[in-house]
Protein backbone atom coordinates (compact mmCIF):
# COMPACT_ATOMS: atom_id res chain seq x y z
CA UNK A 1 0.00 0.00 0.00
CA UNK A 2 1.41 3.28 -1.02
CA UNK A 3 1.97 5.78 1.83
CA UNK A 4 -1.31 8.03 -0.42
CA UNK A 5 -3.55 5.06 0.17
CA UNK A 6 -2.63 4.48 3.82
CA UNK A 7 -2.93 7.55 4.77
CA UNK A 8 -6.49 7.71 3.29
CA UNK A 9 -7.09 4.74 4.72
CA UNK A 10 -5.57 5.79 8.09
CA UNK A 11 -8.27 8.84 8.23
CA UNK A 12 -11.32 6.58 7.39
CA UNK A 13 -10.63 4.06 10.01
CA UNK A 14 -10.26 6.53 12.28
CA UNK A 15 -13.34 8.61 11.96
CA UNK A 16 -15.29 5.48 12.31
CA UNK A 17 -13.49 4.90 15.45
CA UNK A 18 -13.82 8.38 16.85
CA UNK A 19 -16.36 10.29 14.92
CA UNK A 20 -16.02 13.51 17.41
CA UNK A 21 -12.94 14.20 15.27
CA UNK A 22 -14.33 14.78 12.20
CA UNK A 23 -15.01 18.64 12.93
CA UNK A 24 -11.01 18.89 13.35
CA UNK A 25 -10.29 16.90 9.96
CA UNK A 26 -13.13 18.56 7.78
CA UNK A 27 -11.65 21.78 7.62
CA UNK A 28 -8.39 20.21 5.95
CA UNK A 29 -10.43 17.75 3.63
CA UNK A 30 -12.83 16.89 0.94
CA UNK A 31 -14.51 14.42 -1.09
CA UNK A 32 -12.67 15.62 -4.31
CA UNK A 33 -8.93 14.92 -2.17
CA UNK A 34 -9.68 10.97 -2.20
CA UNK A 35 -7.82 9.26 -4.59
CA UNK A 36 -10.50 6.43 -5.33
CA UNK A 37 -14.48 6.35 -5.71
CA UNK A 38 -14.62 3.89 -2.63
CA UNK A 39 -12.59 5.73 -0.22
CA UNK A 40 -14.85 9.02 -1.66
CA UNK A 41 -17.61 7.13 -1.02
CA UNK A 42 -17.18 6.22 2.44
CA UNK A 43 -16.18 9.70 2.96
CA UNK A 44 -19.05 10.92 1.95
CA UNK A 45 -21.24 8.18 4.02
CA UNK A 46 -19.58 9.52 6.96
CA UNK A 47 -19.87 13.23 6.19
CA UNK A 48 -23.33 13.03 5.84
CA UNK A 49 -24.64 10.50 8.81
CA UNK A 50 -22.47 12.89 11.06
CA UNK A 51 -24.37 16.09 9.94
CA UNK A 52 -27.85 14.16 10.42
CA UNK A 53 -26.61 13.74 13.93
CA UNK A 54 -26.52 10.19 13.21
CA UNK A 55 -23.24 7.82 14.33
CA UNK A 56 -21.22 6.61 11.95
CA UNK A 57 -19.67 3.37 13.01
CA UNK A 58 -18.54 0.38 10.93
CA UNK A 59 -21.92 -1.57 11.73
CA UNK A 60 -23.95 1.62 10.15
CA UNK A 61 -21.41 2.59 7.22
CA UNK A 62 -21.72 -1.16 6.25
CA UNK A 63 -25.49 -0.87 6.01
CA UNK A 64 -25.46 2.42 4.25
CA UNK A 65 -23.06 1.17 1.75
CA UNK A 66 -23.35 -2.40 1.64
CA UNK A 67 -21.01 -3.13 -1.72
CA UNK A 68 -18.21 -1.57 0.32
CA UNK A 69 -18.74 -3.57 3.17
CA UNK A 70 -15.94 -5.83 2.92
CA UNK A 71 -13.58 -2.58 2.24
CA UNK A 72 -15.15 -1.23 5.83
CA UNK A 73 -14.79 -4.37 7.96
CA UNK A 74 -11.27 -4.52 6.77
CA UNK A 75 -10.33 -1.09 7.42
CA UNK A 76 -11.82 -1.80 11.11
CA UNK A 77 -9.69 -4.43 11.57
CA UNK A 78 -6.11 -3.13 10.34
CA UNK A 79 -6.18 0.47 10.85
CA UNK A 80 -4.58 2.48 13.38
CA UNK A 81 -7.19 4.57 15.25
CA UNK A 82 -7.67 7.20 18.02
CA UNK A 83 -5.79 10.84 18.05
CA UNK A 84 -3.96 10.63 14.88
CA UNK A 85 -6.79 11.33 12.39
CA UNK A 86 -5.69 14.52 12.52
CA UNK A 87 -2.14 14.29 11.21
CA UNK A 88 -3.14 11.53 8.33
CA UNK A 89 -5.59 14.48 7.19
CA UNK A 90 -2.64 16.52 6.73
CA UNK A 91 -0.97 13.71 4.69
CA UNK A 92 -3.89 13.52 2.42
CA UNK A 93 -4.22 17.17 1.86
CA UNK A 94 -0.42 17.53 1.16
CA UNK A 95 -0.70 14.67 -1.43
CA UNK A 96 -3.24 16.27 -2.93
CA UNK A 97 -2.07 19.60 -3.35
CA UNK A 98 0.81 18.21 -4.91
CA UNK A 99 -1.24 15.97 -7.82
CA UNK A 100 -3.15 19.56 -7.97
CA UNK A 101 0.30 21.39 -8.47
CA UNK A 102 1.35 18.89 -10.97
CA UNK A 103 -1.77 19.17 -13.18
CA UNK A 104 -1.59 22.76 -12.83
CA UNK A 105 2.25 22.59 -14.32
CA UNK A 106 1.13 20.63 -17.17
CA UNK A 107 -1.81 22.85 -18.39
CA UNK A 108 0.51 25.70 -17.61
CA UNK A 109 3.08 23.90 -20.29
CA UNK A 110 0.19 22.92 -22.82
CA UNK A 111 -0.58 26.59 -23.09
CA UNK A 112 2.47 27.78 -23.25
CA UNK A 113 3.26 25.31 -26.44
CA UNK A 114 -0.04 26.61 -28.10
CA UNK A 115 0.59 30.16 -27.02
CA UNK A 116 -2.92 30.46 -25.30
CA UNK A 117 -3.64 33.55 -24.02
CA UNK A 118 -3.62 33.84 -20.13
CA UNK A 119 -1.99 30.18 -19.22
CA UNK A 120 0.59 32.04 -16.99
CA UNK A 121 -2.61 33.95 -15.37
CA UNK A 122 -4.41 31.13 -14.91
CA UNK A 123 -1.91 29.16 -13.59
CA UNK A 124 -0.99 31.66 -10.75
CA UNK A 125 -4.92 31.70 -9.81
CA UNK A 126 -4.80 28.12 -9.52
CA UNK A 127 -1.61 27.86 -7.20
CA UNK A 128 -2.87 30.50 -5.41
CA UNK A 129 -6.00 29.17 -4.87
CA UNK A 130 -4.62 25.87 -3.97
CA UNK A 131 -2.56 27.52 -1.81
CA UNK A 132 -5.38 28.99 0.43
CA UNK A 133 -5.72 27.81 4.00
CA UNK A 134 -9.46 25.62 4.04
CA UNK A 135 -11.68 27.72 6.47
CA UNK A 136 -14.84 26.50 8.39
CA UNK A 137 -18.09 28.04 6.89
CA UNK A 138 -20.50 26.68 9.47
CA UNK A 139 -20.91 27.76 12.71
CA UNK A 140 -23.43 27.39 15.67
CA UNK A 141 -24.92 30.27 17.38
CA UNK A 142 -21.84 29.88 20.50
CA UNK A 143 -19.23 29.31 18.32
CA UNK A 144 -20.07 32.65 16.70
CA UNK A 145 -20.10 34.41 20.20
CA UNK A 146 -16.73 32.72 20.97
CA UNK A 147 -15.41 34.41 18.17
CA UNK A 148 -16.95 38.02 19.06
CA UNK A 149 -15.35 37.24 22.79
CA UNK A 150 -11.73 36.66 20.93
CA UNK A 151 -12.08 39.79 19.15
CA UNK A 152 -13.07 42.11 22.03
CA UNK A 153 -10.00 40.37 23.74
CA UNK A 154 -7.44 41.05 21.60
CA UNK A 155 -8.32 44.41 21.09
CA UNK A 156 -8.22 45.13 24.81
CA UNK A 157 -4.59 43.27 24.55
CA UNK A 158 -3.87 45.51 21.70
CA UNK A 159 -4.39 48.54 24.27
CA UNK A 160 -7.62 49.47 21.83
CA UNK A 161 -5.63 49.47 18.88
CA UNK A 162 -8.58 49.36 15.75
CA UNK A 163 -8.57 45.75 13.91
CA UNK A 164 -8.16 46.75 10.58
CA UNK A 165 -5.66 48.83 7.95
CA UNK A 166 -5.24 52.57 9.40
CA UNK A 167 -6.76 55.14 7.34
CA UNK A 168 -4.61 57.66 8.84
CA UNK A 169 -7.19 59.75 9.87
CA UNK A 170 -8.38 59.58 13.39
CA UNK A 171 -11.61 60.65 12.71
CA UNK A 172 -12.26 57.50 9.97
CA UNK A 173 -10.85 54.82 12.29
CA UNK A 174 -12.92 55.61 14.99
CA UNK A 175 -15.85 55.14 12.67
CA UNK A 176 -14.69 52.42 10.43
CA UNK A 177 -11.81 50.53 12.54
CA UNK A 178 -9.45 51.07 9.90
CA UNK A 179 -9.69 49.04 6.53
CA UNK A 180 -10.69 44.92 7.25
CA UNK A 181 -9.98 41.97 5.37
CA UNK A 182 -12.45 40.83 2.46
CA UNK A 183 -14.25 43.84 2.66
CA UNK A 184 -14.78 46.27 -0.61
CA UNK A 185 -15.01 49.90 0.17
CA UNK A 186 -16.54 52.61 -2.68
CA UNK A 187 -15.38 56.29 -2.75
CA UNK A 188 -17.50 58.87 -4.35
CA UNK A 189 -17.58 62.13 -4.87
CA UNK A 190 -17.74 64.87 -8.11
CA UNK A 191 -14.98 66.12 -10.10
CA UNK A 192 -12.57 68.38 -8.11
CA UNK A 193 -13.50 67.04 -5.23
CA UNK A 194 -9.99 65.44 -4.44
CA UNK A 195 -10.82 61.47 -4.79
CA UNK A 196 -7.52 60.66 -6.12
CA UNK A 197 -5.83 62.65 -3.36
CA UNK A 198 -7.68 61.22 -1.05
CA UNK A 199 -6.94 57.64 -1.89
CA UNK A 200 -3.14 58.38 -2.27
CA UNK A 201 -3.39 59.71 1.32
CA UNK A 202 -5.31 56.41 2.63
CA UNK A 203 -2.42 54.42 0.87
CA UNK A 204 0.76 56.02 2.26
CA UNK A 205 -0.69 55.58 5.37
CA UNK A 206 -1.24 52.09 5.13
CA UNK A 207 2.04 51.87 3.40
CA UNK A 208 3.86 53.77 6.20
CA UNK A 209 2.00 51.54 8.74
CA UNK A 210 4.18 48.70 7.28
CA UNK A 211 1.43 47.16 4.93
CA UNK A 212 1.85 46.01 1.61
CA UNK A 213 0.03 48.62 -0.50
CA UNK A 214 -1.23 48.20 -4.21
CA UNK A 215 -2.62 50.61 -6.35
CA UNK A 216 -4.61 49.80 -9.72
CA UNK A 217 -4.47 53.22 -11.28
CA UNK A 218 -6.67 54.02 -14.67
CA UNK A 219 -6.97 57.57 -14.40
CA UNK A 220 -3.58 59.05 -13.45
CA UNK A 221 0.20 57.70 -14.92
CA UNK A 222 2.08 56.64 -12.70
CA UNK A 223 4.01 59.74 -12.88
CA UNK A 224 1.41 61.70 -11.80
CA UNK A 225 0.98 59.62 -8.58
CA UNK A 226 4.57 60.39 -8.07
CA UNK A 227 4.61 63.69 -7.79
CA UNK A 228 1.45 63.38 -5.57
CA UNK A 229 3.50 61.52 -3.73
CA UNK A 230 6.35 63.35 -3.43
CA UNK A 231 4.18 66.60 -2.71
CA UNK A 232 2.62 63.94 0.67
CA UNK A 233 5.90 63.35 1.67
CA UNK A 234 7.70 66.70 1.28
CA UNK A 235 4.98 69.05 2.33
CA UNK A 236 5.85 71.08 -0.96
CA UNK A 237 2.98 71.93 -3.42
CA UNK A 238 2.17 69.50 -6.14
CA UNK A 239 2.16 72.26 -8.69
CA UNK A 240 5.37 74.07 -7.32
CA UNK A 241 7.36 70.21 -8.36
CA UNK A 242 5.56 70.41 -11.69
CA UNK A 243 6.75 73.48 -12.57
CA UNK A 244 10.04 73.47 -10.76
CA UNK A 245 9.80 76.43 -9.33
CA UNK A 246 11.45 75.34 -5.97
CA UNK A 247 13.70 77.20 -4.12
CA UNK A 248 16.87 75.75 -2.01
CA UNK A 249 15.18 74.62 0.90
CA UNK A 250 12.34 73.27 -1.35
CA UNK A 251 14.72 70.77 -2.58
CA UNK A 252 16.11 70.21 0.49
CA UNK A 253 12.30 69.16 1.89
CA UNK A 254 11.49 67.23 -1.36
CA UNK A 255 14.67 64.88 -0.81
CA UNK A 256 14.29 64.48 2.96
CA UNK A 257 10.35 63.37 1.96
CA UNK A 258 11.39 61.10 -0.37
CA UNK A 259 14.14 59.24 1.50
CA UNK A 260 11.44 59.27 4.20
CA UNK A 261 8.58 57.55 2.41
CA UNK A 262 11.22 55.32 -0.64
CA UNK A 263 11.12 52.53 1.31
CA UNK A 264 7.12 51.56 1.89
CA UNK A 265 6.21 48.75 0.03
CA UNK A 266 3.70 50.28 -2.57
CA UNK A 267 3.39 49.35 -6.29
CA UNK A 268 1.29 50.73 -9.32
CA UNK A 269 -0.04 49.23 -11.96
CA UNK A 270 -0.87 52.15 -14.39
CA UNK A 271 -2.95 51.42 -17.28
CA UNK A 272 -6.04 53.16 -18.61
CA UNK A 273 -9.58 51.07 -19.34
CA UNK A 274 -8.12 48.07 -17.59
CA UNK A 275 -9.62 44.70 -18.12
CA UNK A 276 -11.32 43.34 -14.62
CA UNK A 277 -9.71 40.28 -15.78
CA UNK A 278 -6.07 42.07 -16.28
CA UNK A 279 -6.59 44.05 -12.77
CA UNK A 280 -7.18 40.50 -10.80
CA UNK A 281 -4.27 38.87 -12.40
CA UNK A 282 -2.11 41.59 -11.40
CA UNK A 283 -3.56 41.89 -7.79
CA UNK A 284 -3.14 37.66 -7.51
CA UNK A 285 0.91 38.14 -9.12
CA UNK A 286 1.23 40.57 -6.25
CA UNK A 287 -0.63 38.55 -3.43
CA UNK A 288 1.60 35.55 -4.64
CA UNK A 289 5.02 36.92 -5.62
CA UNK A 290 5.11 39.59 -2.73
CA UNK A 291 2.07 39.59 -0.14
CA UNK A 292 -0.97 42.11 -0.65
CA UNK A 293 -2.24 43.24 2.00
CA UNK A 294 -4.63 46.02 0.59
CA UNK A 295 -6.23 47.13 -2.71
CA UNK A 296 -6.56 50.86 -4.03
CA UNK A 297 -8.49 50.97 -7.53
CA UNK A 298 -8.73 53.91 -9.49
CA UNK A 299 -11.90 54.17 -10.31
CA UNK A 300 -14.71 51.47 -10.52
CA UNK A 301 -16.11 52.92 -13.63
CA UNK A 302 -12.95 53.04 -15.54
CA UNK A 303 -13.04 48.89 -15.45
CA UNK A 304 -13.70 47.42 -18.20
CA UNK A 305 -15.24 43.94 -19.01
CA UNK A 306 -14.93 43.25 -22.59
CA UNK A 307 -18.33 42.28 -24.46
CA UNK A 308 -21.02 43.44 -21.98
CA UNK A 309 -22.93 45.99 -21.93
CA UNK A 310 -22.93 49.17 -19.57
CA UNK A 311 -25.47 47.80 -16.94
CA UNK A 312 -24.00 44.39 -16.90
CA UNK A 313 -20.55 45.32 -16.92
CA UNK A 314 -20.97 47.75 -13.52
CA UNK A 315 -22.94 44.52 -12.36
CA UNK A 316 -19.64 42.10 -12.86
CA UNK A 317 -17.17 44.98 -12.05
CA UNK A 318 -19.07 44.68 -8.30
CA UNK A 319 -19.31 41.25 -7.85
CA UNK A 320 -15.60 40.77 -9.21
CA UNK A 321 -13.87 43.25 -6.60
CA UNK A 322 -15.74 41.94 -3.92
CA UNK A 323 -14.92 38.32 -4.78
CA UNK A 324 -11.54 39.38 -4.90
CA UNK A 325 -11.40 40.81 -1.55
CA UNK A 326 -12.64 37.76 -0.29
CA UNK A 327 -10.58 35.62 -2.61
CA UNK A 328 -7.44 37.42 -1.81
CA UNK A 329 -8.92 38.23 2.36
CA UNK A 330 -7.46 42.11 2.19
CA UNK A 331 -9.95 45.21 2.04
CA UNK A 332 -10.31 46.96 -1.81
CA UNK A 333 -11.26 50.40 -1.61
CA UNK A 334 -12.30 51.57 -5.11
CA UNK A 335 -12.91 55.05 -6.29
CA UNK A 336 -16.18 56.09 -7.96
CA UNK A 337 -17.94 58.33 -10.11
CA UNK A 338 -21.29 59.89 -8.84
CA UNK A 339 -23.83 61.32 -11.08
CA UNK A 340 -23.59 65.17 -12.45
CA UNK A 341 -27.55 65.03 -11.01
CA UNK A 342 -26.12 66.01 -8.01
CA UNK A 343 -24.75 69.38 -9.11
CA UNK A 344 -28.09 70.35 -9.63
CA UNK A 345 -29.76 69.58 -5.83
CA UNK A 346 -29.55 72.74 -3.26
CA UNK A 347 -27.59 70.56 -0.88
CA UNK A 348 -24.41 68.97 -3.08
CA UNK A 349 -23.37 66.22 -1.01
CA UNK A 350 -23.69 62.77 -2.75
CA UNK A 351 -25.40 59.85 -1.18
CA UNK A 352 -25.12 56.22 -2.09
CA UNK A 353 -27.85 56.45 -4.70
CA UNK A 354 -25.28 58.65 -6.64
CA UNK A 355 -23.15 56.25 -7.70
CA UNK A 356 -23.17 55.73 -11.28
CA UNK A 357 -25.16 52.86 -11.85
CA UNK A 358 -25.08 52.58 -8.51
CA UNK A 359 -27.56 49.36 -8.04
CA UNK A 360 -24.56 46.57 -7.42
CA UNK A 361 -22.19 49.08 -6.70
CA UNK A 362 -23.93 49.67 -3.51
CA UNK A 363 -25.21 45.77 -2.70
CA UNK A 364 -21.72 44.82 -3.18
CA UNK A 365 -19.81 46.86 -0.91
CA UNK A 366 -19.36 46.80 2.68
CA UNK A 367 -18.71 50.25 3.15
CA UNK A 368 -19.58 53.41 0.82
CA UNK A 369 -17.88 56.66 1.58
CA UNK A 370 -18.25 59.99 -0.08
CA UNK A 371 -16.49 63.35 -0.35
CA UNK A 372 -17.58 66.73 -0.41
CA UNK A 373 -15.73 70.17 -0.13
CA UNK A 374 -18.39 72.95 0.19
CA UNK A 375 -15.53 75.49 -1.37
CA UNK A 376 -16.02 73.93 -4.59
CA UNK A 377 -19.25 75.29 -5.41
CA UNK A 378 -19.01 78.50 -3.12
CA UNK A 379 -16.21 80.48 -2.88
CA UNK A 380 -17.12 82.21 0.14
CA UNK A 381 -18.02 79.14 1.97
CA UNK A 382 -17.85 78.65 5.40
CA UNK A 383 -15.77 75.95 5.83
CA UNK A 384 -12.57 76.78 3.18
CA UNK A 385 -10.02 73.99 3.58
CA UNK A 386 -12.28 71.45 5.23
CA UNK A 387 -13.47 68.31 3.73
CA UNK A 388 -16.51 65.75 4.52
CA UNK A 389 -16.46 62.53 4.63
CA UNK A 390 -19.74 60.80 4.29
CA UNK A 391 -20.15 57.35 5.79
CA UNK A 392 -23.16 56.28 3.76
CA UNK A 393 -22.49 52.80 4.55
CA UNK A 394 -20.48 50.91 6.99
CA UNK A 395 -20.63 47.35 7.86
CA UNK A 396 -18.97 47.48 10.86
CA UNK A 397 -20.42 50.79 12.58
CA UNK A 398 -22.57 53.62 12.45
CA UNK A 399 -23.25 55.66 9.38
CA UNK A 400 -22.77 59.87 9.39
CA UNK A 401 -19.89 61.72 8.62
CA UNK A 402 -16.76 63.38 9.13
CA UNK A 403 -15.16 66.43 9.10
CA UNK A 404 -11.28 66.42 7.86
CA UNK A 405 -8.63 69.13 6.82
CA UNK A 406 -7.98 69.60 3.11
CA UNK A 407 -4.39 71.13 1.93
CA UNK A 408 -4.54 72.25 -1.51
CA UNK A 409 -1.11 72.93 -1.85
CA UNK A 410 -0.23 69.28 -0.85
CA UNK A 411 -3.43 67.81 -1.88
CA UNK A 412 -3.32 66.52 1.16
CA UNK A 413 -6.08 65.16 3.75
CA UNK A 414 -4.98 65.29 7.11
CA UNK A 415 -6.98 64.78 10.67
CA UNK A 416 -9.03 67.10 11.77
CA UNK A 417 -10.64 66.69 15.69
CA UNK A 418 -13.47 68.92 16.50
CA UNK A 419 -15.83 68.66 18.81
CA UNK A 420 -19.25 67.17 17.35
CA UNK A 421 -18.02 66.61 14.21
CA UNK A 422 -19.46 62.97 13.94
CA UNK A 423 -23.43 63.16 13.78
CA UNK A 424 -25.08 59.90 13.71
CA UNK A 425 -27.21 59.27 10.42
CA UNK A 426 -30.67 59.17 11.98
Known amino acids: MTDTAYAEDAVLAGLMARNEKFHEVAPMLGEEQFTTPRRRRIWAAIRDRLR ?19 ELLSLARNMATGGVVSSYAAVVRDNWRMREAGGIAQRLLAGARDREAGAVEQAIAELMALNAHHAVHEFTGKQ ?24 GLQELDEILGGWHDSDLTFIGGRPAMGKTAFMLGLAEAAADAGRRVGIVSAEQPAVQLGIRRA ?5 VGAQSIRAGQLEDEDWAKIT ?31 KHNEGLDVLFIDYAQRITVPGADRITEVSQIARGLKNLARDLNIPVISLAQVVKGVDSRPDKRPNAGDLANSDELTREADQILMLYRDEVYNRDSKDPGIAEVLIEKNRHGPTGFKRVRFVAETMAFQSFKRANDFEEAA
Open 52 to 70: EGQPADVVTLCEALPADAD
Open 144 to 167: ILALAFEVAQQAYQNGGVIPGITT
Open 231 to 235: ALASG
Open 256 to 286: AGISKARDRHLRVFDRSAVSLDELVSVARKW
